[in-house]
């Protein structure tokens, strides 16, 4: 697992307003870390195995199921009143104006996807703080699509960037580093630099594509991460729960994990993408209702992700990319084009 240092992404010294601007994207993303507990009478021990579980900061503590603090070993009831009371009093949670809210919305961190198309029908990129989901059927673009990704995060603010690192779990074994460095000599990046700020993790089943979460969030506690890729979120859950009679237990698995998404993304106000496989919803015989292929997933997918994005296949290298659902971005499809340099915009024929 590559883990660079944070010197080794551009730098902005020579540009005032980009300089400035970072730092305020940093303001934003600060937390809390979850040690200063210790001067409010936690014990370190306690500390650690909170750690174990993910949780690295006090905003993380404070937004976790109180079940899930229960169920640690030697915490009982008491202990996590305690807790929970100390960590209140560093984060505070209550209403807000909506002009608050709409003033974070604008300043959230949007991440080039390459396409200044698509770039511009996603309103800046793919934004920070959600999760975003791309499906499509095999060879559409999504794993090229998270390839670029990958390395456009690691750009400067002015470039479309979100300078920041990107943690990559690969469960179907489609990740290739050497289209990152192609995709890198595109936009001027050294090579070894791009490999190094990206953290690659393979997935050989759901326990481990779950439990990546927790080493993800440790990561994150250290480093600067931007953008979490997982490539793909479902296709383990398909081949593992086979059925109709195991289909509750895949579904509750599934949000759990996808939940865990969403806690890192509304903690560290990364960008989450996640890629999914289709299927075939007319495979029982009966009448379509709706499109005939649809996402995997089921209802637990649509709702736990912010915006999708659906990638098909058009003439020779080109994909379509069409918003299927967003709670900001209006209906809308472009066309990209996939390159040795990862995605662009289809060139102009004469």
């Known amino acids: 697992m590559h883990d660079g240092e944070s010197k080794k992404f551009p730098k902005e010294e020579d540009n005032c307003e980009i300089q400035d601007e970072n730092s305020k994207s940093e303001e934003k993303i600060d937390t809390i870390n979850i040690e200063k507990l210790q001067s ?19 905003e993380a503590l404070t937004r976790a199921p109180r079940k899930e603090l229960t169920s640690i070993k030697g915490f009982s009831e008491i202990k996590v ?36 198309k698509l770039d511009d029908m996603l309103e800046g990129g793919i934004e920070s703080g959600s999760i975003t989901e791309i499906f499509g059927e095999y060879r559409c673009g999504k794993t090229q699509l998270s390839h670029t990704l990958a390395v456009t995060c690691q750009l400067p603010l002015n470039m479309g960037g979100a300078e920041g690192k990107c943690l990559y779990i690969d469960t179907e074994g489609a990740f290739r580093p050497q289209r990152l460095v192609q995709i890198a000599s595109r936009f001027g990046l050294s090579s070894d630099v791009t490999l190094d700020n990206v953290a690659y993790a393979r997935a050989y089943n759901t326990e481990q594509q779950t439990n990546l979460l927790v080493t993800a969030a440790g990561l ?32 509750s698995h599934m949000g759990r994990f996808l939940r865990g998404l969403q806690k890192i993304a509304d903690e560290k106000k990364v960008a989450v993408v996640v890629t999914n496989q289709v299927m075939d919803s007319n495979l ?57 340099e990862g995605i662009q915009d289809p060139k102009e024929e004469s």
């Open 284 to 340: 029982d015989g009966r009448p379509n209702i709706g499109p005939s292929i649809k996402p995997c997933g089921g209802h637990i997918m649509a709702h736990s992700v912010s915006t999708r994005l659906q990638m098909s296949k058009g003439k020779k290298h080109i994909r379509k990319v069409k918003i299927i659902a967003s709670p900001s971005l209006a209906e809308g499809v472009v066309e990209v084009n996939i390159g040795a």
């Open 40 to 58: 409010f009478g936690i014990a370190m021990i306690e500390i650690k195995k909170l750690q174990e579980i993910g949780l690295y900061s006090v």
């Open 220 to 251: 994150m506690s250290t480093s600067r991460f931007a953008l979490i890729i997982v490539d793909s979120a479902t296709a383990l859950y398909r081949s593992e729960f086979n059925g109709r009679g195991e289909l509750y237990v895949r579904q």
């Open 81 to 116: 009143d305690k807790i929970l009371k100390e960590a209140t009093k560093l984060v505070h949670f209550g209403f807000q104006a909506a002009s608050s809210m709409l003033k974070q919305q604008v300043e959230l961190i949007r991440i080039t996807t390459g396409s200044k």
